[in-house]
T-cell receptor, first 113, second 113 residues
Framework: DAMVIQNPRYQVTQFGKPVTLSCSQTLNHNVMYWYQQKSSQAPKLLFHYYDKDFNNEADTPDNFQSRRPNTSFCFLDIRSPGLGDAAMYLC????????????FGDGTRLSIL | LAKTTQPISMDSYEGQEVNITCSHNNIATNDYITWYQQFPSQGPRFIIQGYKTKVTNEVASLFIPADRKSSTLSLPRVSLSDTAVYYCLVGEMIYNQGGKLIFGQGTELSVKP
């Protein structure tokens, strides 16, 4: 059973056209993360939510925003996608407790035309 | 956050034991060592986690020496389906911010028949 669900699996958008990627979880975890993974590279943390508290990585571009309306859902908004934003975007969740592993979705692959 | 170094790639044959070593010289007292596996077009999947000595589960073993400056993931009797990228991570739980994982370059394991 899928526990971290990302929709859609593939997303195509135009250069400069805002796009939203979604993530939902059935694990009731209070921490949710967004990673960017470019081809042949490791995932790179963009930001994460601890409950409703948003934590942005220092090098995450302002073009990337996130929303978490409730425990189960988290969204990644890219306000003006550039060609360099084409990547796989991974959502993950974890429990608050000490060193609990992260559970990843299978990602959304974003293409920019 | 501690930086990790692991081989970029490894080759093996079906039925062999594979050992992937990761160095993390700057590991902090509170850091755990976690390994993830990632197949193409999928999110990373948790394999095993440890703090010191040896940890074993149904898929792998993790060996950590006393100084904790390195760790070795051991995969017994690999099969073709173990072909994947393996990431070693040293993560910490930041109070009220959840866990923070910084992925290193990963080791691309290729298992041949």
């Amino acid at each position: 059973d899928a526990m971290v669900i990302q929709n859609p699996r593939y997303q195509v958008t135009q250069f400069g056209k805002p796009v939203t990627l979604s993530c939902s979880q059935t694990l009731n975890h209070n921490v949710m993360y967004w990673y960017q993974q470019k081809s042949s590279q490791a995932p790179k943390l963009l930001f994460h939510y601890y409950d409703k508290d948003f934590n942005n990585e220092a090098d995450t571009p302002d073009n990337f925003q996130s929303r978490r309306p409730n425990t189960s859902f988290c969204f990644l908004d890219i306000r003006s996608p550039g060609l360099g934003d084409a990547a796989m975007y991974l959502c993950a969740t974890s429990r608050q407790n000490q060193n609990q592993p992260q559970h990843f979705g299978d990602g959304t692959r974003l293409s920019i035309l | 956050l501690a930086k990790t170094t692991q081989p970029i790639s490894m080759d093996s044959y079906e039925g062999q034991e594979v050992n992937i070593t990761c160095s993390h010289n700057n590991i902090a007292t509170n850091d755990y060592i976690t390994w993830y596996q990632q197949f193409p077009s999928q999110g990373p999947r948790f394999i095993i986690q440890g703090y010191k000595t040896k940890v074993t589960n149904e898929v792998a073993s993790l060996f950590i020496p006393a100084d904790r400056k390195s760790s070795t993931l051991s995969l017994p009797r690999v099969s073709l389906s173990d072909t994947a990228v393996y990431y070693c991570l040293v993560g910490e739980m930041i109070y009220n911010q959840g866990g923070k994982l910084i992925f290193g370059q990963g080791t691309e394991l290729s298992v041949k028949p």
